[in-house]
């Protein structure tokens, strides 16, 4: 069947270190895969997508890798900051331009002061 | 803001109610969603409109009925639901060309059938 996880439900971390979030997947061909962020009663906030045949991408602090033969993308926060507390959420698409994106159930972030 | 307006933010209704979720946005998508959120579960598409034509319906009850009557507008028609009914519904919206590469959501409606 197919399958998004994500690492953990939630993860705790001090202020300043790096918070990595893990997404494999089971069953899918992603032709791109995308990361949200969506804060309590808020709706999601796109934040990167990865295309399959890139390996990595960078936007400020965030820093997205996508492998293709672990069926897995990491999702990095660098100096965090309290800010960045929130749930953060993986999709995947399977086709370019096709309607349906498959989501994981998201991991809830917390950055400690 | 996103740019996608949900109203209301919060319904309660009982299971004989009829009522409407609402959505618009006014950023030039053609493509706009409905998902539904509920705890502990991951987004699910209920339907997908593109061109105000529906071109996906994810094997949603009847008793949830979408109407897009142009491009900016998209409306949700609850009746007769049940508890398990209850959740986020989140409007989404997509830019002309490759539509699903970046969604624009709403902060939702949260909706508690009782």
């Known amino acids: 069947s197919q399958k998004i996880e994500q690492n953990s439900e939630a993860l705790n971390i001090q202020e300043g270190k790096t918070a990595t979030l893990t997404c494999n997947y089971t069953n899918y061909s992603p032709a791109y895969l995308q990361w949200y962020r969506q804060d309590p009663g808020r709706g999601p906030v796109f934040l990167l997508l990865?295309?399959?045949?890139?390996k990595e991408k960078r936007k400020e602090r965030l820093k997205v890798t996508f492998d293709t033969t672990l069926k897995q993308s990491l999702f990095h926060i660098t100096a965090s900051q309290p800010a960045d507390s929130a749930t953060y959420l993986c999709a995947l698409g399977e086709e370019t331009g096709a309607n349906n994106l498959f989501f994981g159930t998201g991991t809830r972030l917390t950055v400690i002061p | 803001e996103t740019g996608v307006t949900q109203t209301p933010r919060h319904l309660v209704m009982g299971m004989t109610n009829k009522k409407s979720l609402k959505c618009e946005q006014h950023?030039?998508?053609?493509?706009m969603y409905w998902y539904k959120q509920s705890a502990k579960k991951p987004l699910e598409l209920m339907f997908v409109y593109n061109f105000k034509e529906q071109t996906e319906n994810n094997s949603v009850p009847s008793r949830f009925s979408p109407e897009c009557p142009n491009s900016s507008h998209l409306f949700l028609h609850l009746h007769t639901l049940q508890p398990e009914d209850s959740a986020l519904y989140l409007c989404?919206?997509?830019?002309?060309?490759?539509?699903?590469?970046?969604?624009?959501f709403g902060s939702g409606t949260q909706l508690s059938v009782l």
């Open positions: 989404a919206s997509s830019p002309p060309g490759r539509s699903n590469e970046k969604l624009f």
């Open positions: 990865i295309r399959e045949n890139e």
């Open positions: 950023l030039g998508h053609n493509a």
